[in-house]
């Protein structure tokens, strides 16, 4: 199967398979503030992943390029970029690099935002020079590497040699000249898998992880022979943030994604330790159903919701965010706990602490 079939494919079952009631959130509340002290309108939504700096927390995760039909996907979603100043990566360019004749489905991003933080996308099979590649195609401020295992694996046609990989992403964070993400592409990652990649010098990673777009199951719709009993694998968004923390003090700065339906859910991963949040189906289905400016107002939206959470809970700032007392109850609480991660912790974050 062509690769522009199989993304016209991945749009399509990504839509229908979407786990939009998803209750991964709902394990994650918070202790309320009534004494907040700060004002709605001195939230600064400003956020870091050093070196980039961003003026949301919310960014456009990895979809789609590589046919011409999505070209129209990719240069409505840069104009929400550029009109709500978010950061937007591009789907995997490896297309592109095997057929120029698509490239331009990638490079109309950084013709509709010839000033935004935009971020090119390829698999840890890359070569340097392909990854040198993608970044000029697009002229990318960085680079997500993606890490997707499992989907590879229930793809028909996918790849199922994973040696060498960690010293790949090495390789390539050495010589490519901008900022490397490695993310997941929604099963999530370990504290294991993280550690690694923290030793390979990576220090901006993406946990990707399950409870939004499932690729288990949009696979499983392409598949002949469909393996459900995969479709849930993995860590979910929450999880694999909890599993971040121990690295999260030694440096390492984390985005989460998967399952990030609306500010709130993007509050509650930033609690939990994350500096920005990516958004890849919510937006897909936004672009795909209603009008440009009907996608300007949700963006409005969730940073409205942002702002309210954050000002309820005395935060006024992403980094003071970070701060707040979480509380993690069910199968995510009892889930850390085998992994040696407490709970309480979180629950206990603020006391004792004053405010300024
Ligand atoms: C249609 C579609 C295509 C995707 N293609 C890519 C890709 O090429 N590269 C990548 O790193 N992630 C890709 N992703 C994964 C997203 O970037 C994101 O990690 C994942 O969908 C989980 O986030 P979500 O629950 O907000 O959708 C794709 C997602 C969708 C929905």
Redesign the pocket.
């Known amino acids: 199967m062509d690769r522009s079939r199989r ?1 016209m494919d ?2 399509q ?3 229908e398979t ?2 939009e009631e998803s209750s991964i959130w709902d394990d994650i509340s918070f202790a309320p503030n009534s004494l907040p002290n700060i004002s709605y309108g001195n939230c600064n939504l400003a956020a870091s992943l050093p070196p980039l700096q961003l003026s949301s927390p919310l960014l456009i ?6 046919a011409p039909a999505v070209t129209a996907i990719n240069q409505k979603l840069a104009v929400i970029a550029r009109e709500r100043g978010l950061a937007m ?5 490896m297309a592109a690099l095997r057929d120029p004749a698509v490239r331009e489905s990638y490079q109309v991003v950084r013709r509709e935002n010839p000033k935004g933080m935009v971020f090119a ?3 840890a099979e890359a070569t340097v020079e392909q990854a040198v590649q993608a970044v000029e195609m697009i002229e990318a401020n960085g680079l ?3 890490l ?1 295992v499992m989907q590879e694996l229930l793809m028909p046609e996918g790849d199922r040699d994973f040696r060498g990989y960690l010293d790949n992403i090495r390789r390539i964070k050495e010589h490519v000249g901008v900022p490397v993400i490695v ?4 099963f999530g990652m370990s504290a294991e898998s993280m550690e690694k990649l923290a030793d390979a010098g990576i220090t901006l990673l ?1 946990v ?2 399950r ?5 288990a199951k ?1 696979e499983n719709r392409r598949h002949h022979t469909p393996m459900f009993m995969f479709e849930d694998w993995g860590f979910t ?1 929450p999880e694999s943030l909890l599993e971040s923390a121990e690295l999260q003090s030694r440096g390492i700065t984390f985005i989460a ?5 609306h500010g709130l859910d993007a509050v509650k991963a930033i609690a939990l330790g994350a500096s920005a949040v ?7 289905r936004l672009v795909q159903t209603v009008s440009i400016e009907e996608c300007l107002a949700t963006v409005d939206l969730w940073h409205h919701q942002i702002r309210v959470a954050m000002t309820a809970l005395g935060a006024a700032s992403i980094n003071e965010l970070q701060q707040v007392t979480v509380m993690i109850t069910g199968r995510t609480a009892e889930r850390a706990r085998l992994r040696g991660i407490a709970p309480e912790k979180y629950a206990r974050k603020r006391l004792g602490k004053r405010d300024s």
């Open positions: 993304k991945h749009i079952f990504a839509l979407r786990e995760n990895a979809m789609t390029g590589g990566a591009v789907g995997s360019q996308n390829l698999g997500q590497i993606h997707n993310k997941e592409v929604g993406d990707g992880g409870g939004g777009t499932n690729f949009v968004t994604s998967g399952g990030i339906r990516g958004m890849a189906g919510s937006f897909l």
